[in-house]
């Protein structure tokens, strides 16, 4: 039994000329150094070449060659191309809504919200904003779908983290707050305790700011010292003019 393997063993080594061939005849003039084989089992045997293509850099060609005892050559099983331990890989595919991020949206795009979204609730479903439920209640009107306690809660975390929110450089860089600017305008609703919408067209214009955001255009800011023309007395060109004629 020994010998018969080392006899199938022998006929797998020798069949590396038999691999390459089989891969010119697969793909062309794309093979490249012979890199070695490995066993599979005691019939089975993998040559390895590495794969001259261009986008395939690390990847090689693995040739299964196979062999009975008593066989005087190897069968060529299967011819592939499989990567190696320096293969460059595409990345690992991410599904579309996985790969959308704020701002990707354009006009004309259309952009779904997710199966079974755990931010919205069916519209006949009160949705724990008196200001909302009351009046669609007091006019009886409705959408099919409304932004339930899940949906408030992850916008107002992500205000508050984001650009116009209390930890922001901005806000940062003053002790002045939104809250008490003119130009804040509070959201009407269950929100409207923590945000609201700057109305000052040189600060954040018609963007939703933490009620903690602040900035230097602070309607409270004052005027900075020695703002105007300095005064002076006239100077009257006149009596230079006349002392210049009395001397002549």
């Known amino acids: 039994m020994e010998e018969m393997t080392e006899a199938v063993t022998a006929v797998l080594d020798s069949a590396v000329?038999?691999?390459?061939?089989a891969i010119l005849e697969f793909s062309g003039?794309?093979?490249?150094?012979?890199?070695?084989v490995g066993y599979d089992d005691a019939n089975a045997a993998t040559h390895r070449f590495l794969a001259n293509m261009p986008g395939y850099c690390g990847w090689q060609w693995a040739v299964v060659v196979a062999a009975h005892p008593g066989a005087d050559h190897a069968t060529i099983s299967e011819v592939v191309l499989v990567p190696g331990p320096t293969a460059l890989l595409a990345p690992r595919w991410v599904p579309w809504h996985?790969?959308?991020?704020?701002?990707?949206?354009?006009?004309?795009?259309?952009?779904?919200?997710p199966r079974d979204d755990p931010r919205l609730v069916p519209g006949h479903v009160a949705t724990g904003d008196p200001a909302i439920d009351d009046v669609a209640l007091e006019l009886g009107l409705g959408r099919r779908q409304v932004l339930g306690e899940s949906g408030r809660a992850d916008a107002a975390q992500r205000w508050h983290d984001g650009d116009y929110g209390p930890q922001s450089p901005m806000a940062r860089s003053t002790r002045r707050v939104c809250r008490d600017c003119a130009f804040y305008l509070p959201l009407a609703g269950a929100l409207g305790w923590m945000f609201g919408v700057c109305a000052n067209e040189m600060s954040a214009d018609g963007h939703v700011v933490d009620a903690e955001y602040g900035c230097g255009a602070h309607s409270d800011t004052p005027a900075p010292a020695g703002s105007g023309s300095p005064a002076y007395e006239p100077y009257d060109d006149g009596v230079l003019e006349l002392l210049e004629s009395q001397q002549n």
């Not at 000329?17 to 061939?21: C, F, I, P, S």
């Open 29 to 36: 003039d794309t093979v490249g150094e012979y890199l070695g």
């Open 98 to 113: 996985e790969r959308v991020r704020p701002g990707d949206l354009g006009p004309g795009d259309l952009l779904a919200p």
């Open 17 to 21: 000329e038999q691999a390459r061939e």
